[in-house]
């Protein structure tokens, strides 16, 4: 119920903002792309009826990039993909459509579209009504749509400051396997994603960038996935 509400005053609010302000050009806030690659920290836990049973904690890199194709219009297209190793393997990819629509004088409002495809791999304990399955290798994969809002801000001429909300629905492939135990499950789930961007020019077109975000994912009987994660990256822009 709560979902619901929020997500009906978020795209009344998107709604009302593109009507309104779609018409103006964005380029004087956003530049004409952007790419952006750095390293990467992810903790990972997986939840049983909100309960976590494992941690996993991996490290690895990103790179995101973002495409204005039509010169003044403000639509824009933003692909991304990551990995990540050490408790277990992360591999990730996707890509989001939206719309740069400034709102103020210094910021910028870009409603998203997208896909994601996440495939995480690791060891893990599972918990049965006998005993612990000990070193059970869990595979996870998830296709999601998601659509939400970035907010960004320049807050002064070398530092800018992006705020991200996304809510997010998966169709997901889990396979465990043990000596003891072979199964795949698969099911549905949703949630939120939160980020934030700091970003410091330190030229004209180049800033040092650290980001940091969360995301929780569940399905109707509250298994799934919460994720805590930071990003220290290098940013060049193309005006």
Known sequence: MVDSLAMKVLYSCLFSV????????????????????????????????????????????????TILPFEGSGFCVKPFVYGAGGGGDLFGTGCGIGHYTPILKKVCLTPVVGYTYANLGA??????????????HERFQSNSFYSGMELSFNLKECLSLTAI?????????????????????KGRSQGSNIAMIIDYFFR???????????????????????????????????Y
């Open 165 to 185: 909300y996304q809510y997010a629905w998966a169709w997901t492939n889990t396979v465990v396997k043990h000596p003891l135990l072979n199964q795949t499950f």
């Open 18 to 65: 593109i009507f309104f302000f779609a018409p103006l050009r964005a380029l004087e806030i956003c530049p004409k792309g952007r790419a952006d690659i750095g390293a990467t920290y992810f903790h990972i836990r997986l939840l049983e009826d909100r309960e976590v049973t494992n941690k996993i904690d991996l490290v690895g890199a990103r790179a995101d990039s």
């Open 123 to 136: 060891m893990v304990d599972i918990n049965t009504p006998f005993s612990v399955l000990e070193d059970a």
């Open 204 to 238: 004209e077109r180049w800033s040092f960038s650290a980001a940091f975000g969360y995301n929780r994912s569940l399905d109707t009987d509250n298994f799934g996935l919460e994720g805590f994660g930071m990003k220290l990256g290098l940013s060049y822009c193309f």
